[in-house]
């Protein structure tokens, strides 16, 4: 047993970039530090039943309750079809516009991401349907794989969203207004997607060749029912969770038994569907809890060490405002997204700023919401961008360098909401304000 002092929690994230850049998962490396310095601060004993202790606290905390549910809603969505259900109905009525095609896949993953919560997933359904209808009308490799790559964050700026169920769980704020506080947001982002792929086409035309297909009203107004299931559960959802009516876990399983009987209406509910939606949920559950347990054993051993006071002497030492310190904040974490993966920074950052933004004055609500931009960023932020390698993998045609150009102009769309949130913080704190 050793005396927890600063500079040890300096070597704990040192260890953590250098495990996280040589390739091991991010549950792994969080699972060992966590476990190795609480023994090392408490000992054998004390450490094991500290280890104990959060494990059990933690699996059964009433906000995880709510992780299984949503992700078992997602599941369902996307083994279903319903995806590709959204993509044909948007795809009907952007019509001729150039660009339509990128613009119906952003819109794609602003709808399948508000029934799922997951970058990956809006990737796998959405660009298996997206980007090989772009490939067959000519649309540029850099364009459709960008769009889908940058896109796909829109799932977890869209509630029920993984990366706020993961601040709220480690700083104890409510969900139900995160999930509010988000929604503005995300609404922004999508709507600056479009504009960002309009502009493109229009300054390159060859990146996006036009599209002769034209659709009816009688067409457009009928292919409405493709989005309306998802519509629906995620109104039910949010309007719900919005009034008061239920809370985020119930809404969960509201929305989980509600995609359920959409899909029986539908009869899309097969059994090989239904043993392959619930097999992922499983996986993906035990990840995520995984990590969470992990993530509070690091920031429970780096509070130990007192390595946050420290960083908070030394940035109060410098007289930073709070609009400094939040850029301070976002600086970072950009420049740690070229080695770390999203999950990694919030487990490094959160636990050394989170206490020093709110003592300068912001409001915990939008800084979650500041916080998940930040971690969508990180995802398409290379060379350790999850959602570029997956896109690569969807899109055979395209090479890593195609995504990483298609995704710069997005990119500077996502820099420049955060900066639409600094200088207008309403944003994301209006919505949860009006509250029941």
């Known amino acids: 047993m050793i005396e927890a002092l600063p500079i040890l929690g300096v070597v704990e994230i040192i260890l953590l970039v250098i495990l996280c850049v040589v390739g091991l998962h991010i549950f792994v490396v969080i ?13 054998w004993s004390t450490g094991v039943h500290q280890i104990g202790q959060f494990t059990w606290a933690y699996s059964w905390h009433y906000i995880m309750t709510m992780v299984p549910l949503f992700i078992l809603m997602g599941c369902f969505v996307a083994q279903s079809g319903l995806g590709k259900d959204a993509y044909d109905g948007f795809a009907r009525w952007v019509g001729k516009v150039r660009g339509s095609l990128a613009m119906v896949s952003t819109l794609s993953c602003a709808a399948f991401g508000a029934v799922t919560g ?25 364009l459709r794989t960008g769009a889908i790559a940058s896109a796909s964050v829109l799932a977890n700026l869209i509630p029920p969203s993984m990366s706020c169920i993961v601040y709220s769980i480690l700083t104890r704020e409510s969900i139900g207004k995160l999930f509010m506080a988000i929604i503005i947001p995300g609404v922004l982002l999508t709507l600056m997607y479009i504009v960002t792929i309009y502009v493109w086409a ?36 949010i309007g719900g969770i919005y009034e008061g ?7 969960g399983g509201i929305g989980a038994a509600t995609v359920m009987i959409v899909i029986l209406v539908m009869r899309r509910m097969k059994r090989r569907m239904f043993v392959s939606a619930m097999a992922m949920a499983l996986r993906m559950t035990g990840m995520i809890m995984i990590i969470v347990i992990g993530a509070f054993l690091v920031m429970y051993t780096l509070t130990m060490s007192r390595l946050a006071d420290v960083m908070g002497d030394v940035v109060v030492g410098w007289g930073l405002g709070p609009v400094p310190i939040v850029i301070f904040v976002a600086i970072l974490f950009i420049i740690g997204g070229f080695a770390l993966q999203s999950l990694a920074l919030v487990v490094l950052f959160l636990p050394l700023f989170f206490p020093l933004v709110i003592e300068a004055g912001w409001d915990p609500i939008w800084f979650g919401v500041y916080i998940v931009v930040l971690m969508e960023i990180a995802l398409v932020t290379p060379p350790m961008a999850g959602n570029i390698y997956i896109t690569d993998l969807v899109d055979p045609e395209a090479n890593i360098m195609d995504i990483v150009k298609g995704v710069v102009p997005f990119y500077v769309a996502a820099v420049a909401l955060l900066a639409l949130l600094i200088a207008f913080p309403a944003l994301a704190t209006w919505l949860p304000s009006t509250m029941n």
């Open 31 to 43: 699972g060992i530090l966590g476990v190795v310095f609480s023994i090392l601060y408490m000992g």
């Open 118 to 142: 997951s970058s990956a997933a809006n990737i796998v359904t959405i660009g298996s349907i997206g980007i090989p209808e772009m490939t067959r009308h000519g649309y540029s490799k850099a």
């Open 202 to 237: 229009r300054l390159r035309p060859g990146s996006a060749p036009p599209i002769d297909i034209s659709y009816s009203w009688k067409e457009k107004f009928k292919s409405l029912r493709y989005p309306i299931p998802i519509m629906v559960i995620f109104l039910i959802m």
């Open 245 to 251: 009516w239920f809370s985020p876990t119930e809404a």
